[in-house]
């Protein structure tokens, strides 16, 4: 399949190659939400929600809805389409990466993707998995009763070293910065965010969730609740997925292709995804190696305390760890937006989350939790257009990567594009969603495929 569609041109676009994660206790109810902005706050909300949901989330409306078989609830931004814009037919879910809230759609009114697409007339909802951003736990998982000493304990305390351990490190480093860390208020900021982290030490047992979790339980139930509040006429939304988020998306086409189902789906976007890294060069093969995490045994994997750690190297003198920022833009990212996403955007991950998601690098792709199902054997049975974009200098996910994926869906469904220009903008991982030139160059292609297949 090498004659993809190559459609929506640009002069830009080329062929070739906040939060801290809150675990509050909500009560449980079947469905919720909580208005912000200028509408009312629900009654029906306990007084933590609304102050929480008042200091952080940033969209119109905030809904909770239940998770089956967990004591999770997932978080729904919601985004209301704009009165002035053309009234769509299907309402938009955003999916975003692995360990990032709803906030890498939104770091700033003047580089929010979901701001954008409400504006252009989307009814548009970012959904925060489980663990991530205002996802919550219930107040009846009897988090609080006693429970007998097992193996789980010994686990709470390899973590809790482990935390001690990131503040022993950061001491030293600033010894050998010459206090640059105290001028900085580096100290001060870790030893509140490993102390948060110690005091949700409980909910380490509640961390037990792997990619499949999410595909059949997180994102069923909330593409249901968001048919409930939209009521799409045909029962369809359509979906745009970044990284694992697009990895989501084609995981969900390619089980219901090969059970013979409906997706739900009218059309699916993806940035910087695919189902299998195996024959490209990305940076995954060195970061993400056989049980990345098992050697240490650790059941979940602090990002958002590692980062806050690191982060006055990538962003401040010296600058010992500028490079990682490549991972995250091809410095198209305006530097305050970047170091936002790193300590705003980021939560702490099961391990067996990252098992899973490691298998992509390896032969054949990404797996189901059985080891037996290749996702990327199902997917060109699916029945929906895909628009598949990829950033010219995308280091985790490089084109090569995407189009690897693309190359087996039907011809006539699947737009592959690569992003950038020889002399510039280039892309990397999350330039097509926050990147200086995205709102000019990357969203008004979306918002023209969306249109497309909202009015089909």
């Known amino acids: 399949m090498e004659a993809l569609r190559f459609e929506l041109s640009s002069s830009s676009l080329t062929s070739s190659a906040v939060v801290p994660s809150s675990l509050l206790a909500h009560s449980r109810r079947s469905f919720s939400s909580v ?137 030293r480093m600033e010894n050998v910065l010459d206090g640059g860390f105290k001028i900085l208020g580096l100290q001060d900021r870790l030893s509140k965010r490993v102390g948060d982290f110690k005091q949700r030490l409980e909910l380490i047992p509640r961390y037990n969730w792997d990619f499949d979790n999410y595909l059949e339980e997180d994102i069923p139930s909330a593409m249901e609740y968001v048919r409930t509040q939209s009521r799409p006429k045909d029962g369809k939304l359509l979906a745009i997925g970044h990284s694992m988020g697009g990895i989501l998306l084609y995981a969900m086409l390619s089980r219901c292709g090969f059970k013979g189902m409906d997706s739900g789906f009218a059309s699916v976007t993806t940035l910087a995804s695919t189902l299998d890294y195996s024959s490209s060069g990305t940076l995954l093969k060195y970061i993400l190696p056989k049980n990345p995490v098992q050697a240490l045994n650790l059941p979940v994997l602090p990002i958002d305390t ?126 097509m969603i926050a990147g200086r030139m995205a709102r000019s160059d990357i969203y008004p292609l979306i918002v023209k495929f969306l249109q497309r297949h909202d009015e089909s």
């Open 35 to 171: 208005q912000l902005g200028r509408f009312s706050s629900s009654p029906a909300i306990g007084a933590v929600t609304k102050t929480a949901a008042n200091e952080v989330c940033t969209a119109d409306e905030l809904h909770y809805v239940p998770v089956p078989n967990s004591d999770w609830r997932v978080a729904l931004w919601r985004y209301l389409p704009s009165p002035k814009a053309p009234k769509r037919n299907h309402p938009l879910l955003l999916l975003s990466g692995i360990a990032t809230n709803a906030f890498t759609y939104d770091l700033s009114p003047e580089s929010s993707f979901a701001r954008y697409m409400s504006g252009s007339g989307f009814d548009t909802w970012i959904l925060e998995l489980r663990g991530a951003g205002l996802s919550s736990l219930s107040v009846d998982s009897d988090l609080e009763k006693p429970r007998r000493i097992d193996s789980r304990d010994d686990k709470q305390r390899i973590v809790s070293d482990v935390l001690d351990n990131l503040i022993n490190v950061s001491e």
């Open 306 to 431: 590692i980062l806050e750690m690191v982060h006055p190297l990538m962003f401040r003198p010296p600058y010992a760890l500028y490079w990682l920022t490549a991972n995250i833009s091809a410095q198209t990212m305006d530097p305050e937006l970047t170091e936002k996403l790193v300590l705003s955007s980021l939560c702490t991950v099961p391990t067996k989350l990252l098992y899973q998601l490691a298998t992509a690098v390896y032969h054949g792709g990404l797996r189901d939790r059985s080891g037996t199902f290749y996702y990327k054997d199902h997917i060109g049975k699916t029945n929906v257009p895909v628009l598949a974009l990829a950033g010219d200098w995308d280091i985790i996910c490089p084109p090569d990567a995407v189009y690897d994926t693309v190359k087996l869906i039907p011809e006539h469904l699947a737009t592959f594009k690569v992003v950038g220009s020889p002399g510039g903008p280039h892309y990397g991982h999350q330039d």
